[in-house]
């Protein structure tokens, strides 16, 4: 049975996102390609605004920024100017955990990239096994 290829870029994952669910696979997909070969080309093109088809406030929009952002950093590679649109920031903050305390801890921990777009995430919510 053929392999698949892996989403390729950050563009691919907003192009294949039409539900949460196929947002979330592509970009699980696309983090496991990324990690096999880090490279700024992955990053470079701009995703289209997947808000309408997932119907999420721009929550995926700006995730997606921030990922490019946060990865660029991490890997030394250049960061891309897409990334950086006020467009891709959030009016209101949303937490990856919903109690107070989960709130709490997301606010110390959650990686600067996604605190500036009003993204509260556990530090490791990009790692990959």
């Known amino acids: 049975m053929p392999i698949a290829e892996r989403v390729s870029s950050l563009a691919e994952v907003a192009k294949l996102s039409d539900s949460p669910e196929s947002f979330s696979l592509a970009f699980r997909d696309f983090l ?14 701009e995703p289209a605004d997947p808000t309408m088809a997932l119907q999420d406030g721009g929550y995926a929009h700006a995730y997606l920024a921030a990922t490019a952002e946060y990865l660029a950093r991490c890997f030394k590679l250049e960061v891309p100017r897409w990334s950086l649109d006020p467009a891709r920031v959030l009016d209101e903050p949303r937490f990856a955990m919903k109690t107070h305390e989960g709130r709490m801890f997301l606010l110390l921990e959650s990686p600067s990239e996604f605190r500036a777009r009003n993204i509260f995430i556990s530090a490791d919510s990009l790692t990959r096994v």
Request: proline letters at 7%; hydrophobic letters at 30%; zero cysteines.
């Open 32 to 45: 496991d390609g990324f990690y096999e070969a880090p490279s700024d080309e992955k990053l470079r093109a």
